[in-house]
Each structure stands twice: as C-alpha cells, then as structure tokens.
C-alpha cells in the first residue's frame, strides 16, 4: 500500500538537536512542510555524507517553510555522541530523531525488520500532515539534498495552483500542464 496521501501516523520520540535533547511527536510535522530523511545508522560511511548535504541545503529549505527532521534508530544520545565526534555531523543544526522502538520507521514502512534499521528513505509532507512525495533507496547510494529543493517547489507549485501539475525536470517559473482532454495524445 502507498504512503502518498496518507497522513502521518501518531509517534513519541526524543531528539537531539543545538545542543539540546527535545521531544518530537507528528505534531512536529504539521503546520509546515517537512522533510523527514531516514538514514540506516550513526557512526556509519554514507550516512554522514547524505546527512552533511542536507545541511547545505537547510537554509534554503528553512526559506520556503520546510523543516528538517533526520531519523534513524539509535538513540537521541548516540546522536548526540556523533555529533560531538565527527566533523561532518558536527554541522548538522535541524532535528536528529532517536527511534530505537523502531515506531517511526515502522510508521513509515522502512524498518528493515531483519537488521532492525531504516532503509533511506526521503518523505515531503505537506502542513496538513499529508505525505506528498517518497523516495527509498538501497543501502550504499546516497542520496543529493538538492534534488529535494526542486521536489519542494513543485509540491508547494501544486498544493498552490490546483489545477495544475509539473512535468518532469519542472524548474520554478517554468510552463506547468493544465491536465485537460485537450492535451490527451498531445504531449
């Protein structure tokens, strides 16, 4: 069954983040758009190059009213931990979730129940809760933040101009489509 259209699913978790350990529930991901990014472990070899390029793009993301949260199932403390240990983590200023219930990535449907971590898996929720795009990914490829900066537009275009929809590679203030039966056999 797909997640796209279905709202979040109530979760409880704790996170680290500036310092600080903060509590997180689906609430956190209403009344904005949000990004939720799972990755499979802390202290692994690609996560800490997805989670750093994410962070280059979070000022812009943060400018068209995303928030960012990163999931995996350790433990807000292991978060901290790699953080403070490595220089790549070291930069990351949005939401590290702790999951080691395995909740949210259950909630999620990418738990791989046999390792018991999250597969790489990218979400766009809308304010109202809704997920509006998923991307899941094998275990050693890497996911590029700014490919995300686009999704985001198009989501925001859409929910925006209802009637209207983005084809592929849509950059904001390129043509988009009116689906019509005057454009049936014509694109």
Same mark, same amino acid.
């Given at each position: 069954?797909? %997640?796209?259209?279905?709202?979040?699913?109530? &979760?409880?978790? *704790?996170?680290?983040?500036? $310092?600080?350990?903060?509590?997180?529930?689906? @609430?956190?991901?209403?009344?904005?758009?949000?990004?939720?990014?799972?990755?499979?472990? +802390? &202290?692994?070899?690609?996560?800490?190059? @997805?989670?750093? +390029?994410?962070?280059?793009?979070?000022?812009?993301?943060?400018?068209?009213?995303?928030? !960012?949260?990163? !999931?995996?199932? #350790?433990?807000?403390?292991?978060?901290?931990?790699?953080?403070?240990?490595?220089?790549?983590?070291?930069?990351?200023?949005?939401?590290?979730? $702790?999951?080691?219930?395995?909740?949210?990535?259950?909630? &999620?449907?990418? %738990?791989?129940?046999?390792? /018991? %971590?999250?597969?790489? /898996?990218?979400?766009?929720? #809308?304010?109202?809760?809704?997920?509006?795009?998923?991307?899941?990914?094998? #275990? /050693?490829?890497?996911? +590029?933040?700014?490919?995300?900066?686009?999704?985001?537009?198009?989501?925001?275009?859409?929910?925006?101009?209802?009637?209207?929809?983005?084809?592929? *590679?849509?950059?904001? $203030?390129?043509?988009?489509?009116?689906?019509?039966?005057?454009?049936?056999?014509?694109?």
């Amino acid at each position: 069954m797909s %997640l796209i259209g279905s709202e979040v699913k109530p &979760f409880s978790a *704790k996170a680290y983040q500036n $310092g600080e350990f903060i509590d997180v529930t689906e @609430e956190n991901l209403k009344g904005h758009w949000s990004v939720v990014c799972f990755y499979p472990a +802390d &202290f692994s070899f690609v996560c800490p190059t @997805e989670l750093e +390029d994410l962070q280059k793009e979070y000022e812009t993301l943060q400018s068209l009213g995303v928030e !960012v949260f990163s !999931v995996s199932t #350790d433990t807000h403390f292991v978060h901290k931990g790699w953080h403070d240990s490595s220089e790549k983590i070291g930069k990351i200023t949005y939401a590290m979730i $702790g999951d080691p219930s395995q909740t949210i990535s259950r909630n &999620f449907e990418v %738990l791989n129940e046999e390792s /018991g %971590l999250a597969d790489r /898996g990218t979400f766009i929720i #809308d304010p109202d809760g809704v997920i509006q795009t998923v991307e899941i990914n094998a #275990d /050693g490829i890497g996911r +590029d933040a700014s490919i995300l900066v686009d999704k985001i537009k198009a989501a925001q275009y859409v929910r925006n101009n209802p009637g209207e929809v983005c084809p592929a *590679k849509w950059q904001e $203030g390129s043509e988009t489509l009116k689906p019509s039966l005057d454009l049936v056999g014509k694109i």
